[in-house]
């Protein structure tokens, strides 16, 4: 299937996940929430003066720089909204409600941003052979793409932010102080010249070299950065309290940030189940060309397949059903974590009749250790996640323990999938596969089967290394998940995130009376309370009955850590 979207859209989508951190960034959070100290916001808004007029005069560059008539009248275009909004800008901000700001002088982070978007346009491009030297007609059209590449992100991420916003806002709410610029920037209007910045992109690209549109990419990734460094230093700092970054509001003097996790499908995009039942497919001509004693008792490469097949067909049958009779109950009111507990009993003798159906199989039989480390070494972890977890540990501002808890039948999987990157240092809980000489004997080592199990490892953490109930406090429990297994640690930690979309979950969760809240939403909405609190105090606390859904690793590593 050929992918039609055009080059600007692909960059987009390859580098959307930055936008997340200038979304969560203290600036924005207090923006939405109507919080944001007005002095602030003047200073943030006076600074696009400085950058109108920087792409006004890019844009004079690259249309001279363009080959086609037709070229030159788009990018003329592109020029002229720019210039006219530079011309309103004054009247804009008096629409708005919101004082004219002194134009002053442009901070580090602007300047930073308006001299790369100039030099580009000028030919001075990082990766040109010739950099500055750029004459025949085709290297100026080259040029002319260059420069609106390192445009594009700029204006795609204003639209973006401003849209995110817009969409938990409430529409009849006229008493939110920045609305009008809100509205502003996710106008269809605006919207507009962003889509035509985009499709003059994808028009002067069509005939750069492979090589080429590789220096275009990294112009592009390399302006989307420093709009989001611009945001996070926009030169005057937040004077209220914030809710971002976990890692910088909160005061971890006295107190361990201790983040857990669960393996399948949090970390990973495949169930460990499935890659075990890979390993074990794809070894056994191996195993048997040696023709060792173990084989014997091995199922044939078939056989097995069709065993995994009934094995895996047979759970989530009966997973289904087995939520679908506690669904059926008599739904209570409001949180009820006690009732849910109970319920969650049901899953636990579910679980392990099916783990025991997998060790009565055989079907575990045989896997070399080598194998499964191998395998682990070579798992691909969800966008995101490694480098989280890397940054987390190397924050010398933190003192952070990080646990996997998981219900994956191969702690060696685990921890082999996390033995590089310095982070084999995160401790592993879950099962264990039974060995003879190296090769699993096909019983499974039980330890995590359950939710009710993995609540207790949960606990266990906690309580470990506490000398007293006082210390025992002295924890801000993040746990990261998304599968019914995670549910009761979810709800017990101080900050429950639920990553991925787990219909079982929110059917359960449903049932129970626990509130699912996009991560960004419930910020604003916490940022909005704390500036309504005398105290200045918002403290995160467990079995509040809310969970925070997140799509993606840079939503979390943007909430606890910021750039």
Same mark, same amino acid.
């Given at each position: 299937m050929v992918d039609e979207a055009g080059l600007a859209r692909r960059l987009? +989508?390859?580098?959307k996940h930055d936008s997340v951190f200038a979304l969560y960034s203290p600036?924005? $959070?207090s923006l939405a929430s109507a919080t944001l100290d007005s002095q602030t916001f003047r200073h943030f808004v006076s600074q696009d003066r400085h950058f109108l007029k920087a792409f006004a005069l890019a844009y004079?560059? #690259?249309? @001279?720089?363009a080959g086609d008539d037709d070229d030159k009248v788009g990018i003329r275009a592109l020029r002229k909204r720019v210039v006219l909004r530079l011309q309103?800008? @004054?009247?804009?901000m008096q629409e708005w409600g919101l004082e004219v700001p002194d134009e002053g002088v442009s901070n580090d982070a602007t300047t930073k941003y308006t001299d790369f978007l100039l030099a580009t346009a000028s030919g001075k491009v990082e990766g040109e052979? $010739?950099? /500055?030297? +750029? #004459?025949?007609p085709f290297e100026k059209t080259k040029l002319a793409a260059y420069t609106l590449a390192a445009v594009a992100p700029f204006i795609r991420l204003y639209a973006h932010i401003s849209n995110e916003i817009q969409g938990i806002l409430d529409p009849d709410d006229n008493g939110h102080i920045y609305k009008r610029w809100i509205d502003s920037f996710s106008s269809k209007d605006f919207e507009a010249t962003a889509l035509e910045n985009e499709e003059m992109l994808d028009k002067l690209s069509i005939y750069l070299t492979g090589e080429e549109l590789e220096i275009l990419e990294k112009l592009y990734?390399? #302006?989307m950065k420093l709009e989001v460094d611009f945001i996070f230093n926009s030169g005057l700092p937040i004077p209220q309290k914030d809710v971002v970054p976990l890692s910088r509001v909160h005061d971890f003097t006295d107190c361990h940030l201790t983040i857990l996790c669960d393996f399948d499908l949090a970390c990973t995009a495949f169930d460990s189940s499935a890659i075990l039942a890979e390993i074990a497919i794809r070894t056994v001509p191996k195993t048997e060309s040696h023709g060792s004693e173990t084989q014997l008792v091995r199922l044939s490469s078939a056989d097995l397949k069709s065993t995994w097949d009934i094995l895996s067909t047979q759970y989530t049958e009966e997973f289904e059903q087995c939520v679908e009779t506690i669904v059926t109950s008599e739904k209570v009111e409001g949180f009820r974590y006690e009732d849910l507990c109970k319920a969650l009993e049901q899953l636990a003798e579910f679980e392990r009749k099916a783990n025991e159906r997998v060790v009565q199989s055989g079907v575990l039989k045989g896997l070399s250790l080598e194998d499964i480390k191998r395998a682990g070494q070579a798992l691909i972890l969800q966008d995101g996640c490694r480098s989280f977890f890397q940054k987390t540990l190397k924050n010398e501002n933190l003192k952070t323990d990080v646990h996997v808890l998981s219900y994956c039948w191969c702690s060696d999987l685990i921890a082999s999938a996390f033995s590089s990157g310095d982070l084999n240092v995160l401790t592993v809980h879950s099962n264990e596969l039974a060995y003879e000489e190296l090769v699993t004997t096909g019983e499974i080592i039980k330890k995590l089967e359950s939710p009710l199990e993995k609540l207790q490892a949960f606990n266990g953490i906690l309580k470990g290394p506490c000398k007293s109930i006082e210390e025992e406090h002295k924890h801000l429990t993040v746990y990261i /998940?998304?599968?019914v297994g995670d549910f009761l640690c979810l709800l017990q930690a101080d900050i429950g995130i639920v990553i991925g979309s787990s219909s079982s979950l929110r059917k359960l969760g449903d049932h129970f009376g626990v509130s699912f809240v996009p991560l960004f939403s419930g910020l604003v909405k916490r940022q909005r309370n704390l500036a309504a609190d005398e105290e200045g105090s918002c403290q995160w606390k467990p079995l509040s009955g809310t969970l925070y859904t997140v799509s993606s690793w840079a939503e979390i590593h943007a909430f606890i850590l910021g750039t």
């Open positions: 987009w +989508i390859k580098f600036f924005f $959070v004079k560059m #690259a249309e @001279d720089c309103l800008h @004054d009247k804009l052979r $010739v950099p /500055g030297k +750029i #004459a025949t990734h390399q #302006a /998940g998304g599968s």
